[in-house]
C-alpha cells in the first residue's frame, strides 16, 4: 500500500488530491491520536494544544482552516500562527511546550500544490509509525467531545513571529557583539514566502545592509520565478547592487542558497562545507562528523575528507539526515538542496538560521564569499530522469548493473554513479558525477539508454 505521507507529509494538488475534507480527516485523525489515551486528556484543566502554521499559498487559507477545525473537534486546543517558516512551527511546538506542530505548506513546490506536515512535542517531524496510526484511522466514524470540552481556536500571529525572530537573533548574537553582521550588504529573495516577514527583519537587527526582493506575497506568487529554486533575479540583483553576497529561501524557508559577489551560486553542499569547516576549528562539529545524503558531491566529500571531517551519508530527504543525527547525537548536517540542520539550536532545517550562520562566518574571515566557497570544488554533475519505466526493476535488471558497473570501471573512483527510484513518480533519477563535464554528460545518457530499454513500462 503506498503511503499517505511521503517524505516531507502529505503533498498534492491543492483543491484536488489534497482537499479541505482531507485535511479535516488528518486534523481529526492526528487529535484523536493525542487524546486516545484517556478521557481526562480533553477535560477543561488538562487540555492538549497544537500549533498550526502555514506558507502565503491562497489555498493554504481554507487547508488550514479545515485542519484547525478538525484538530478541535477532538478538544485540542489549536494556537493558529498564521503565515510563518516551517522551522519556526518547529521551534514554537518545543518552546511552548505544546503537543502537536503542523504546517501547511508544499516547501519549495509551485503555487497549485500544498502539503501538511506535523511535528511532535519536541519539534521533530513524526515518526512514521505515528503517521502509519494517523493514516488507519483516517476515514473511522469518531464521536467528539461535546459542550465545553471542543477545542478552542486562537489566533496568534505577531508574538509567534516575534518570538521566532527573537530566537534567530539569539543564537546568532553574543553578549560582546550584538551586530555580528554590521557593515555586510546582503541581497534577500524571500520568494514571496513565509520568510518575506521574519528573515529581512532578523538580517537588519544583527547589523547588515539589505536589499529585499520578491517579498510581496499575494497568495499566488510563491516560489515563481524566484527564491532558491529560480536565483536568476537574485543573481542579477547581487551584483548591479555591488552587494557581498546574496541569499534566498523556498516558499517555507526551510532551505537556503547563496549567491556570491560575482553573482555565482553557492549551493547547500557549499554552504555545509563552510560552516562545519567552522564549527570543527570551535570544537563544536562533533566527532567531526557531517551527516548529508547521496545527492551531495563528491567534490564536497572530497573538500570535507582534507579538512578531517567525515561524512555520513544517507538516503535523500532531510528526515533522514535529521534520523542519523539523533540516533548517533551528530550535531550537524543537510542536504545540497540548501535544508541544513544544527541540533544545537534547531529540530529542523532552517534556512534563516542556516543564512545567518553562513553571513556571520564570512563577515568575520576578512574573505570574500567566492574565496569561502571554491575552497568546497564541485565535480561536474549531471542528472537524468527516465520516466515511464518499472521502477522497482532498476535494483535487481541485470543489463542495469552491468551497465553501472562499466560506468564505475570507466570512472575508476574519480567520480560516482548514482540511480534511484523516485519516492512518486514511475521515474529512475539517474545521477553521475566525473572530473569532466563532457564524462559525465556521455555516461549519464548511456545509462538512461539502457534503463529506458531495460525497464520499460
Not at 500500500?1 to 482537499?19: H, K, Q, S, Y
Not at 486546543?77 to 522551522?87: A, C, R, S
Not at 551560486?265 to 548529508?292: R, S
Not at 542528472?383 to 551497465?403: G, Q, R
Amino acid at each position: 500500500m503506498v503511503r499517505l505521507f511521503g517524505t516531507d507529509g502529505v503533498r498534492g494538488l491543492a483543491n484536488d488530491t489534497l482537499t479541505a475534507d482531507l485535511a479535516l480527516k488528518l486534523g481529526r485523525a492526528a487529535g484523536r491520536i493525542l487524546v486516545s489515551q484517556t478521557q481526562d486528556i480533553v477535560s477543561i484543566n488538562n487540555r492538549k494544544r497544537a500549533v498550526v502554521g502555514r506558507d502565503t499559498r491562497i489555498s493554504g487559507e481554507f487547508l488550514s482552516a479545515a485542519l484547525c477545525a478538525g484538530l478541535a473537534a477532538t478538544g485540542i486546543d489549536v494556537i493558529d500562527v498564521g503565515i510563518i517558516p516551517t522551522p519556526a512551527v518547529a521551534y514554537l511546538t518545543q518552546n511552548l511546550g505544546v503537543e502537536l506542530g503542523a504546517v501547511i505548506s508544499a516547501s519549495h513546490n509551485p503555487m497549485q500544490d500544498n502539503g501538511i506536515k506535523f511535528f511532535g512535542t519536541d519539534g521533530f517531524k513524526l515518526a512514521d509509525e505515528i503517521e502509519d496510526a494517523i493514516t488507519k484511522i483516517l476515514d473511522d466514524e469518531f464521536a467528539g467531545p461535546l459542550g465545553e470540552k471542543v477545542g478552542h481556536i486562537s489566533l496568534d500571529y505577531h508574538n509567534a513571529s516575534n518570538s521566532y525572530i527573537n530566537y534567530l537573533v539569539n543564537c546568532i548574537a553574543t553578549p560582546d557583539n550584538q551586530k555580528p553582521l554590521q557593515g555586510l550588504s546582503v541581497v534577500v529573495d524571500p520568494a514571496n514566502g513565509a520568510a518575506s516577514g521574519t528573515a529581512p527583519e532578523v538580517m537588519r537587527r544583527l547589523g547588515a545592509k539589505i536589499i529585499v526582493i520578491n517579498d510581496s506575497p499575494d497568495g499566488t506568487n510563491i516560489n515563481l520565478n524566484c527564491g532558491s529554486t529560480h536565483p536568476e533575479q537574485l543573481q542579477a540583483m547581487t551584483v548591479a547592487s555591488v552587494a557581498d553576497l546574496g541569499i534566498a529561501f523556498d516558499g517555507d524557508a526551510d532551505r537556503v542558497i547563496a549567491v556570491d559577489e560575482k553573482g555565482a551560486l553557492v549551493d547547500g553542499d557549499k554552504i555545509m562545507g563552510i560552516i562545519a569547516k567552522d564549527l570543527k576549528a570551535k570544537n563544536k562539529l562533533k566527532d567531526n562528523t557531517v551527516v548529508a545524503t547521496v545527492m551531495s558531491n563528491l567534490g564536497f566529500v572530497q573538500a570535507m575528507a582534507r579538512e578531517d571531517i567525515k561524512v555520513l551519508q544517507t538516503n535523500v530527504g532531510d528526515r533522514y539526515v535529521t534520523e542519523i543525527m539523533r540516533q548517533k547525537s551528530f550535531s550537524f548536517g543537510g542536504e545540497q538542496s540548501g535544508h541544513i540542520i544544527n541540533s544545537s539550536f534547531s529540530t529542523t532545517g532552517d534556512g534563516t538560521l542556516s543564512a545567518l550562520m553562513l553571513m556571520k562566518i564570512f563577515n568575520s574571515s576578512g574573505l570574500l564569499l567566492s574565496e569561502l566557497a571554491n575552497q568546497i570544488t564541485r565535480l561536474p554533475q549531471i542528472l537524468i530522469n527516465v520516466s515511464n519505466v518499472d521502477k522497482s526493476k532498476v535494483e535487481t535488471n541485470l543489463a542495469i548493473i552491468e551497465a553501472v558497473k562499466q560506468a564505475e570501471n570507466e570512472l575508476n573512483n574519480l567520480g560516482r554513479v548514482l540511480l534511484r527510484p523516485s519516492g512518486t513518480e514511475p521515474l529512475v533519477r539517474i545521477m553521475v558525477e566525473a572530473p569532466t563535464k563532457s564524462q559525465a554528460v556521455k555516461i549519464a545518457e548511456s545509462l538512461a539508454s539502457v534503463v529506458a530499454r531495460s525497464i520499460a513500462l
